[in-house]
């Protein structure tokens, strides 16, 4: 009889199971039909990428090769992975909450009676304990740490999409310092070249020792210039080589040639971002963990129902424990409901609520801040591929002006102070345009970060979810 009383009353406590709380709703978020800075404007060279590896649209194999050990080796990604795997492992412990718990406890005493004699007591007992989820406040902490392990997954994909952007950015920039190292080089080729001839024409009473001077300053000041660049380039190969888990004394990256142009995705629509960057995501699965903690809150206000039972044998000898006389058992519900707090449920739930608006607010303001960085670098590829057009023209032109400006100077028609003049402007034209290229290079790679790098929502669906 007993027993069925405790089955009908499990049953009944089963099928009236329900979930307290608010229903989750993704904050609503404006989004518009397309991005201002785009408009008419076409990038120069699109390209499509594939398997999130976006990188690979620049075609360099020493980059992609950099990337990659950035995904195996860079030790900030291993504390996200880890991150990720003690949410993981919280899920499991919230998830433990749905089944019973069970304990084997056996004890053994011997003592003397009030008459001199001796008594043993042995018992060997079982005891199981279960609260079943009436209100639903187990399934909404696990759905709330399930929410958390998503957004800790896209936590590391943010993570990654990061150091892979910062890798390539101090790639390009090393690149860059190569080219103007190059620069340089050449410049003070031919500024020797010109220094012999001054000198020369010094020699033979041509020109005076003052041009000499003006075309020694000129040279020296190139190449102290080009020795520089040399400190720039170190400091970034040694990021590169932190970045990709490597220690800067058993890494280095052998000069090379001409920058690459840049490449760029095509963009999209700017709903379509709400699902790219993961980092939204990882802001909007926070207000969903917000939102299931504010059921749990409410779920306070509920009785707590525990079902409890014990199983074992006592007796006064061993030979004695196992037998079916020796057999006892208890069993039977617990019902507790708390009639007086001081409102601490009441400020609890004010507290998650209060959460909840909090991870709206920030997750609505990751979504702008995302809708800025994609405009800020369409806008900036827009410009500067307006810019290096007219500082093309600018250098053509300064090169121009310098071989006129020797000739004349050859012909003793003009002074040296002419030449450094025109000299230092071609240099400084020649110096303009490759920084253009390298902020097109680094505005391109930080459009792609922008976009998500190819990332997708959908890969952290089944994040924190176990069989």
Request: aromatic share 6%.
């Amino acid at each position: 009889m007993k027993r069925q009383l405790i089955l009908s009353l499990v049953s009944a406590m089963a099928l009236a199971a329900c979930t307290i709380g608010p229903i989750y709703q993704r904050p609503a978020m404006e989004t518009p039909a397309n991005f201002k800075e785009q408009g008419n404007w076409k990038p120069a060279h699109p390209a499509e990428i594939s398997n999130g590896e976006w990188w690979t649209i620049y075609n360099d194999p020493i980059l992609t090769g950099l990337e990659k050990q950035v995904i195996v080796s860079n030790q900030n990604l291993k504390a996200e992975e880890a991150a990720y795997r003690q949410a993981v492992a919280a899920v499991q412990l919230a998830q433990a909450s749905f089944f019973p718990t069970v304990a084997l406890d056996g004890s053994g005493q011997r003592g003397k009676t009030n008459l001199g004699g001796v008594q043993n007591s042995l018992s060997l007992t079982a005891d199981a304990s279960w609260a079943p989820d009436i209100w639903g406040r187990i399934r909404q902490q696990v759905e709330a740490q399930q929410a958390n392990a998503q957004a800790t997954a896209a936590d590391l994909a943010a993570a990654t999409l990061s150091a892979q952007g910062t890798l390539a950015v101090d790639y390009f920039e090393l690149r860059a310092a190569d080219q103007l190292q190059r620069l340089y080089h050449d410049t003070v080729t031919a500024d020797e070249k010109s220094l012999k001839i001054t000198q020369n024409q010094y020699t033979v009473g041509v020109v005076s020792k003052a041009d000499v001077a003006q075309a020694e300053t000129l040279v020296d000041t190139i190449r102290s210039q080009e020795i520089n660049v040399g400190i720039q380039r170190s400091q970034l190969e040694h990021a590169i080589a932190v970045l990709a888990g490597r220690t800067p004394e058993d890494f280095s990256i052998a000069a090379a040639g001409n920058i690459p142009d840049p490449p760029v995705v095509p963009t999209g629509v700017p709903s379509t971002l709400l699902e790219r960057r993961p980092d939204i995501a990882a802001a909007e699965r926070l207000v969903a963990e917000a939102n299931a903690n504010i059921g749990v809150a409410m779920t306070a206000y509920y009785p707590d129902i525990t079902l409890s039972g014990s199983i074992g044998y006592a007796a006064e000898s061993l030979g004695n424990l196992l037998k079916a006389s020796s057999l006892v058992w208890a069993v039977g519900p617990q019902v507790a409901e708390t009639l007086f707090d001081g409102g601490a449920r009441a400020a609890q739930l004010a507290e998650a609520r209060a959460v909840f608006d909090q991870q709206a607010a920030l997750y609505r303001q990751t979504v702008l801040t995302a809708f800025q960085g994609v405009e800020d670098n369409l806008a900036a590829l827009r410009i500067l591929e307006q810019q290096e057009k007219v500082q093309l023209k600018a250098v053509t032109e300064a090169e121009e002006a310098t071989k006129l400006i020797t000739n004349q100077y050859l012909a003793g028609t003009i002074a040296y102070t002419s030449v450094v003049t025109a000299s230092t402007q071609q240099l400084g034209d020649e110096q303009s345009e490759l920084t253009i290229r390298e902020n097109n290079l680094v505005a391109s790679v930080q459009l792609i970060e922008a976009l998500g790098g190819g990332w997708s929502a959908d890969s952290i669906k089944d994040a924190g979810k176990t069989n």
